[in-house]
């Protein structure tokens, strides 16, 4: 069988599908666990935070669409479905897919042999497997981390480190997708979207529903007008 038969293959759905079931079968069992933490805390608003966490996931999910697709085109349907559901971004998945092929000289989609596949098949995975060993070690230790600096500092520094350490990661992973790129485009699409989520937060900031919906439109609006103005300006 050839990389693309086996790859769009029954087998390959039986072996592909059994991590997105286990993720579901998490998914429900955190949930559960959520529902019975919120009560034991007295927390009523249970509805509100489940719409608000669910609305504010859309925006995010519109960026990967075009990234899973191209996924399929190369992986296929059913590695895909499994690759995506990985610790990570599904961007971060193709990247790594080209570097596991490049590693022996072969090129993703195009002249990869069953070597290729090996490499690709195994890479991806264990590329995300730093992901889940500091998750697993980490996480449940995490609170009594926080606990501690609370307690030997002063909390409101601790939580502004906290809050200055997760802008610094994300205006990283701006920087890192603007500075150095070939054209403005990539830096027109950032300050719209940024701007747009502030317009949003100032003229709708007592509409819930429109400002958990903020990041969604601000990556269509940014993305719209970004394309519009490079088909104008070429």
């Given at each position: 069988?050839?990389?693309?038969?086996?790859?769009?293959?029954p087998?390959?759905?039986?072996?592909c599908?059994i991590?997105?079931?286990?993720?579901?079968?998490?998914?429900?069992?955190?949930?559960?666990?959520?529902?019975?933490?919120?009560?034991?805390?007295?927390?009523?608003?249970?509805?509100?935070?489940?719409?608000?966490?669910?609305?504010?996931?859309?925006?995010?999910?519109?960026?990967?669409?075009?990234?899973?697709?191209?996924?399929?085109?190369?992986?296929?349907p059913?590695?895909?479905?499994?690759?995506s559901?990985?610790a990570?971004?599904p961007?971060?998945?193709l990247?790594l897919?080209?570097?596991?092929?490049?590693?022996?000289?072969?090129?993703?989609g195009?002249?990869?042999?069953?070597?290729?596949?090996?490499?690709?098949?195994?890479?991806?995975?264990?590329?995300?497997?730093?992901?889940f060993?500091?998750?697993?070690?980490?996480?449940?230790?995490?609170?009594s981390?926080?606990?501690?600096?609370e307690?030997?500092f002063?909390?409101?520094?601790?939580?502004?480190?906290?809050?200055?350490?997760?802008?610094?990661?994300?205006?990283?992973?701006?920087?890192?997708?603007?500075?150095?790129?070939?054209?403005?485009?990539y830096?027109?699409a950032?300050?719209?979207?940024?701007?747009?989520?502030?317009?949003?937060?100032?003229?709708?900031?007592?509409n819930?529903?429109?400002?958990?919906?903020?990041?969604?439109?601000?990556?269509?609006?940014?993305?719209?007008?970004?394309?519009?103005?490079?088909?104008?300006?070429?």
């Amino acid at each position: 069988m050839t990389p693309e038969q086996i790859l769009r293959s029954p087998g390959m759905w039986i072996a592909c599908i059994i991590t997105p079931l286990i993720l579901l079968a998490m998914t429900a069992l955190y949930f559960r666990l959520s529902l019975k933490a919120a009560k034991h805390l007295g927390i009523k608003s249970v509805k509100n935070i489940v719409r608000a966490a669910a609305v504010t996931s859309i925006g995010p999910s519109f960026s990967n669409i075009l990234i899973i697709v191209s996924m399929v085109a190369m992986l296929g349907p059913a590695f895909t479905l499994q690759g995506s559901n990985y610790a990570g971004a599904p961007r971060s998945k193709l990247t790594l897919a080209s570097m596991c092929t490049e590693l022996i000289g072969q090129t993703l989609g195009e002249n990869l042999d069953l070597t290729g596949l090996s490499f690709l098949l195994w890479g991806i995975p264990m590329g995300c497997v730093g992901w889940f060993i500091v998750t697993l070690f980490c996480t449940p230790n995490m609170n009594s981390a926080i606990g501690f600096l609370e307690h030997k500092f002063d909390p409101k520094l601790i939580k502004m480190i906290l809050g200055c350490s997760s802008l610094g990661v994300f205006s990283y992973l701006l920087c890192n997708n603007v500075i150095g790129k070939p054209n403005y485009y990539y830096a027109l699409a950032s300050i719209l979207g940024c701007a747009v989520v502030l317009i949003i937060n100032a003229l709708f900031k007592n509409n819930k529903l429109i400002v958990q919906l903020g990041s969604g439109i601000a990556i269509l609006v940014s993305v719209i007008i970004t394309g519009i103005t490079q088909n104008m300006i070429g």
